[in-house]
Nanobody
């Protein structure tokens, strides 16, 4: 059974940093896409960043470019999201998601596996 377990969320002041981790178990995603999504209260879930396990290409939402960095550790089957210069509008539940697709996917429905989510709160 595939499991994605996130960790690293918390409360931080604006301008601060957090690092989220997502450990995958149950299968390897050696040629697939892994992404971080987030969902703020009253808003739809949106994609934040994607990393392709094979080759390591990365993609970012415009709202986080230059501030967030997604990376992966193939040996640990783990994906990270380094978040710097956090803003109050980054406050949301952050979800790790894995797709069996071997090309980039951006829609929520394209991801078969999801973590339980981790809360990130940025105070002003």
């Amino acid at each position: 059974q595939v499991q994605l377990v996130e960790s690293g969320g918390g409360l931080v002041q604006a301008g601060g940093s957090l690092r989220l981790s997502c450990a995958a178990s149950g299968r390897t995603f050696s040629r697939n896409a892994m992404s971080w999504f987030r969902q703020a209260p009253g808003k739809e879930r949106e994609i934040v960043a994607t990393v392709m396990w094979y080759g390591g290409s990365t993609y970012y939402a415009d709202s986080v470019k230059g501030r967030f960095t997604i990376s992966r550790d193939n040996a640990k089957n783990t994906v990270y999201l380094q978040m710097n210069n956090l803003k109050p509008e980054d406050t949301a539940i952050y979800y790790c998601a894995a797709s069996t697709a071997t090309v980039r996917r951006v829609a929520v429905g394209d991801y078969e596996y999801w973590g339980q989510g981790t809360q990130v709160t940025v105070s002003s």
